[in-house]
Nanobody, 121 residues
């Protein structure tokens, strides 16, 4: 089993930055793709970014967000810059079985509990 715990959410003004972390434990290795998804009130969960060995991004965050992972620490990160009010959502960390990252939430087997990100305009 794999356990994922997100941290780092909070409230920032538009244009600000936040960094999220996702600590993984259990039966997970560097070959497990990991991703970030988000869900705003009244909306479906949407893909933000994913990484196995390199990152892929949703068009809405490309150039503003950076995904990375430290395999020695079993931790994934999401650096979010130039935040906009439309980035407000609960952000979820997810992991799937090897090897290819996916933009589909249904492909991910393991999920964290989520962390709130609020951007005020």
């Amino acid at each position: 089993q794999v356990r994922l715990v997100e941290s780092g959410g909070g409230s920032v003004p538009a244009g600000g930055s936040l960094a999220l972390s996702c600590a993984a434990s259990g039966a997970i290795s560097s070959t497990y793709p990991m991703g970030w998804f988000r869900q705003a009130p009244g909306k479906e969960r949407e893909f933000v970014a994913a990484i196995t060995w390199s990152g892929v991004y949703a068009d809405s965050v490309k150039g503003r967000f950076t995904i990375s992972r430290d395999n020695a620490k079993n931790t994934m990160y999401l650096q979010m810059n130039s935040l906009k009010s439309e980035d407000t959502a609960i952000y979820y960390c997810a992991a799937k079985t090897p090897f290819i990252a996916s933009q589909k939430a249904g492909d991910y087997r393991f999920w964290g509990q989520g962390t709130q990100v609020t951007v005020s305009s």
